[in-house]
């Protein structure tokens, strides 16, 4: 029971914290704004966390697993590997637009200058797990033998860092930008083994996936 309530505690104040460096920033917010957020003693904030540093590393990392589950669990669908990598730019812009976890790993990593090769830079979570189904797309021939996986890979992030950038707080409206590209793009690069037209605005359940679980 008290293991429980320690876990619980420490999660409220990874969310809560969350929250502040999604609004505040890094540099702007304080321990005392996330105790106060979480509801929790400034006392049990340090027991969990010795300094805002290692706070915000939690926040970076819990965002970083956030986005390798889901998107391992988009790889694992039956259909066109470069349907999965369409499907996974819809993902990520929709975790930009309603998960403060998302925005706050984002944030995070830009304003703590987070290494590419580090375990905490989000962007290089999507990076590789693009680069992973667009070698699918390779080898399944949905996409086209001329055309280099990795540059493929590269596009898809490039899309989606363009929505990140163009506003804080994603909104619908970049659900409709980002297939209106696909569609200018999937023309040249789907194989002939692509079965049936791709799908630019994401796949079916891509709308009902709960963001905001992950475990």
């Not at 590209?181 to 709308?207: E, F, K, T, V, Y």
Request: charged share 25%; glycine share 8%.
């Amino acid at each position: 029971m008290r293991q429980e309530r320690a876990e619980r505690t420490r999660s409220a104040l990874v969310m809560a914290a969350a929250g502040q460096f999604d609004r505040q920033g890094y540099e702007r917010t304080t321990l005392a704004d996330v105790s106060r957020r979480a509801e929790v003693s400034k006392g049990a904030l340090s027991f969990h966390f010795a300094n805002k540093a290692e706070l915000a590393d939690t926040v970076q990392s819990f965002g970083c697993a956030k986005a390798s589950v889901w998107l391992a669990r988009l790889r694992e669908r039956e259909q066109p590997a470069l349907q999965t990598l369409v499907d996974m730019t819809h993902l990520v812009v929709r975790q930009l637009r309603e998960d403060e976890l998302t925005r706050a790993g984002v944030r995070l990593t830009n304003e703590r200058e987070t290494p590419c090769e580090s375990p905490l830079h989000l962007p290089a979570v999507w990076q590789a797990a693009f680069r992973r189904v667009a070698s699918d797309a390779a080898a399944d021939g949905s996409l086209s033998p001329g055309r280099s996986s990795r540059t493929v890979a590269a596009l898809a992030l490039s899309l989606v860092m363009h929505e990140q950038i163009r506003s804080r707080k994603v909104g619908d409206e970049a659900h409709g930008r980002l297939a209106d590209m696909w569609s200018l793009l999937l023309p040249s690069l789907a194989g002939p083994h692509a079965c049936g037209p791709l799908r630019p605005g994401g796949g079916d359940q891509i709308g009902v996936l709960p963001v905001s679980g992950w475990r």
